[in-house]
């Protein structure tokens, strides 16, 4: 089954806001193997983080992850308009699972 | 630049087929496993098949299984995915991604869409 991921989430600008993304001891808390996806309507997902924390060349330092037991979380701080987009996990488990996905909404 | 096109995508009748392609470029494509994830309209992403660089191991979602078959040729940096038996619930845009590692997704195509209707 996918990951556990609230629908919605939204902030201000310059806010800070967090998506969490809950699995299993089989999936999120079993390995350190974390991804996380930014989707703008109409256009591919773009990985913004891998490996629980670690963050590709070329994506801003305002987006952060972590993982606490089975349940890893995405915060993106000093929020900007460009912010707004949907964001999905995904969890290494022998095969892969993606989360339900969450639309942040810049208000 | 690291990139990844789809092509194929299109409007078929229930119990049609449609072969979907991936060509990568700027990376080695046989160094990979690559997959095939959808997204139908308005919902979330939904891992479809993968497939190891030799294409010696290949999986699928049960819902696809014995209609789909993923496949790839590296020496035309290419990917594809045969659909057969083809349902309207298959309708989604189709991307094809590389697998960095341990399911990174990195990059992903443009995504190619695919509608099963009559």
């Known amino acids: ?107 | 630049e690291v990139q990844l096109v789809e092509s194929g995508g299109d409007l078929v009748q229930p119990g049609g087929s449609l072969r979907l392609s991936c060509v990568g470029s700027g990376f080695t494509f046989s160094n990979n496993w690559m997959f095939w994830v959808r997204q139908a309209p308005g919902k979330g992403l939904e891992w479809v098949a993968n497939i190891k660089q030799d294409g010696s191991e290949r999986y699928y979602v049960g819902s696809v299984e014995g209609r789909f078959t993923i496949s790839r040729d590296n020496a035309q940096n290419s990917l594809y995915l045969q659909m057969n038996s083809l349902r309207a619930e298959d309708t989604a845009v189709y991307y094809c991604a590389r697998d960095r590692g341990y399911y990174v997704f990195d990059p992903w195509g443009q995504g190619t869409l695919v509608t099963v209707s009559s």
């Open chain 1, 1 to 107: 089954s996918a990951l556990t991921q609230p629908a919605s989430v939204s902030g201000s600008p310059g806010q800070s806001i967090t998506i969490s993304c809950t699995g299993t001891s089989s999936d999120v808390g079993g390995y350190d193997y974390v991804s996380w996806y930014q989707q703008h309507p109409g256009r591919a997902p773009k990985l913004i983080i891998y490996d629980v924390s670690k963050r590709p060349s070329g994506i801003s330092d305002r987006f952060s992850a972590s993982k606490s037991g089975n349940t890893a979380s995405l915060t993106i701080s000093g929020l900007q308009a460009e912010d707004e987009a949907d964001y999905y996990c995904c969890a290494y488990r022998g095969s892969g699972v993606f989360g339900g996905g969450t639309k942040l909404t810049v208000l």
